[in-house]
């Protein structure tokens, strides 16, 4: 009788799965009993943007993912403008990003994007003041013409001299990540250099970057336990986190001695420096974290996100593009002297360039198409309805896809994967459009729009420049270009190597 019995069960449970497989034909993507969905998500993962994107389009923008049966992984996700403006901005405070969110980038701490409510805004309030300081809009420009003169110049100029192929991906994170870490910790790591040697700080982000993606793709449960046993790509994120702790570490350490012993220069005004000598942290934290450890964790997460740039994209855009890199030229040479556009290497006054439509626009189309983060995350404290119709509650996770938004018809109208510049400037009176960040998520919609949007697109504008006018970039066309589909940062999967030559001589 026990034999039959479990016949019996296992039968009905057959019949059971094969009637939901029945029922769910007609769906967009098959609901097993059980599992949910998560079969057709681990089998798509390595092609994980062109998948979602067709579940986005066939759903009208806005797709309920159900994970396993008993497991807190049910996620909604969308690209449907009207829900990101609601969620971002019209009912902001019932959508922060959650202790789900804290626990995926724990590795981020206390940090400005990790937190919510109270210690967010104080921390943001604190920020704010800094970058809009005229001290550290002075020391921007010091850091970012130093940095181009003696790292990157010397480095093209090498690499052109030598006939080298080069990662330029590389080469673009190295600049902008050791301008982040002069800017907050008032130290050149000097990464960019001829020798570009080996990175722990870069590699122990890409890591990180990595674990974080997989946490999103895997039961809380599995990574969980991966982290307890520090097996598998959870290995990485300890690794990841130890070498951040004595970078972190370090910077403190060193700041904290010349802070004491009076060493700082006048014209310095790095955020760490200012945040120890006004005593920020206790201020921020009232006892909750020692003051070193909210200084770990806002070194980390500006690094973060001082570090992701679009620039490799952009290039790898222009060589598929070559008319819109000779309007770009075309403007470059408009802020030079007849007799000097051949002549270099060209540097660029930082204010002139904010002025150039056309790079701006292609900047900003490239941004819509390869933005550094690809989602971002949003979990309920109330239950809602969407502008979509969905209702949602505090048990769902809902995920923003800025990267599908950039490729949505119903967006960005029929030519939404056509490099376009043109689309940020209006036909009607030559000026630039400023599309709704609802609609155009690089840096973030609302009151979390990003800090450092302006900083970023000058760093971006003065690399652009440099290059351009100055020297030929030749993509290697056999090299393969495609997104790190494992990565919460879109980069390039095998970087951008590229031949750079000079496009001036030397009398």
């Known amino acids: 009788m026990a034999l039959i019995g479990i016949y019996e069960i296992v039968l009905a449970f057959v019949c059971f799965a094969i009637g939901c497989w029945l029922s769910n034909r007609t769906e ?56 990101v403006k609601h969620m971002m901005s019209v009912n902001f405070t019932n959508y922060p990003k959650g202790s789900e969110y804290k626990e995926m ?20 309030k604190a920020a704010v003041a800094l970058i809009n300081h005229e001290r550290f809009r002075q020391f921007l420009n010091k850091v970012l013409r130093a940095k181009v003169q003696k790292g990157l110049i010397p480095v093209l100029e090498h690499v052109s001299k030598q006939g080298l192929t080069v990662d330029i991906q590389d080469l673009f994170h190295r600049f902008s990540l050791d301008i982040t870490t002069k800017l907050v910790t008032g130290f050149d790591r000097e990464s960019l250099s001829i020798e570009l040697s080996d990175d722990e700080v870069a590699v122990a982000l890409d890591n990180a970057e990595e674990v974080i ?17 520090g097996l598998g790509v959870e290995k990485k994120m300890k690794i990841a986190w130890e070498t951040m702790d004595r970078a972190a570490a370090k910077y403190i350490a060193r700041r904290r001695q010349q802070l004491m012993e009076e060493e700082v220069a006048e014209d310095e005004f790095d955020l760490m420096g200012s945040y ?25 997460s500006f690094l973060v996100a001082g570090r992701e740039n679009s620039l490799a994209w952009f290039f790898w855009l222009l060589s598929e593009n070559p008319q819109a890199e000779a309007k770009i030229r075309e403007e470059l040479n408009s802020l030079l002297p007849e007799n000097k556009v051949h002549e270099g290497p060209q540097l660029f006054d930082l204010e002139k360039l904010n002025k ?58 029929e030519d939404c994967l056509e490099f376009k510049p043109e689309r ?9 459009v400023q599309h709704p960040p609802h609609k155009f998520m690089a840096f973030n919609a609302g009151p979390r729009t990003c800090l450092g949007k302006d900083i970023a697109l000058l760093v971006m504008k003065i690399v652009a420049a440099i290059l351009l006018q100055n020297y ?36």
């Open 28 to 83: 967009i993507q098959s609901n097993w009993p059980v599992v949910g969905m998560l079969p057709s998500l681990l089998a798509n993962v390595y092609r994980l943007h062109d998948w979602t994107l067709g579940l986005v389009e066939k759903s009208g923008g806005t797709f309920h993912f159900k994970g396993p049966w008993f497991i807190n992984m049910d996620i909604v996700g969308t690209v449907d403008p009207a829900n």
């Open 105 to 124: 980038f724990d590795i981020f701490g206390d940090g400005i994007f990790n937190t919510d409510s109270e210690l967010w805004r104080t921390q943001r």
């Open 213 to 229: 993606f997989y946490r999103h793709v895997r039961p809380k449960m599995f990574w969980k336990l991966q982290r307890w046993l």
């Open 276 to 300: 120890i000598k006004y005593n920020v942290g206790q201020q921020l934290f009232r006892g909750s974290k020692s003051d070193d450890e909210f200084l770990r964790d806002t070194i980390f």
């Open 356 to 413: 150039l439509l056309y790079l701006h626009g292609a900047l900003c189309e490239t941004l819509r198409l390869y933005p550094p983060v690809m989602f971002e995350h949003k979990e309920p404290l109330q239950p809602d309805i969407l502008p979509s119709g969905h209702h949602v509650d505090p048990r769902m996770k809902i995920l923003v896809s800025t990267y599908l938004m950039g490729r949505m018809k119903s967006i960005w109208g």
């Open 424 to 432: 940020w400037i209006s036909k009607a009176d030559g000026r630039l």
């Open 472 to 507: 030929n970039v030749e993509v290697v066309k056999e090299h393969p270009v495609a997104p790190n589909c494992a990565s919460i940062i879109l980069h390039i999967k095998h970087g951008l190597m590229a031949r750079i030559s000079r496009r001036w001589t030397s009398n």
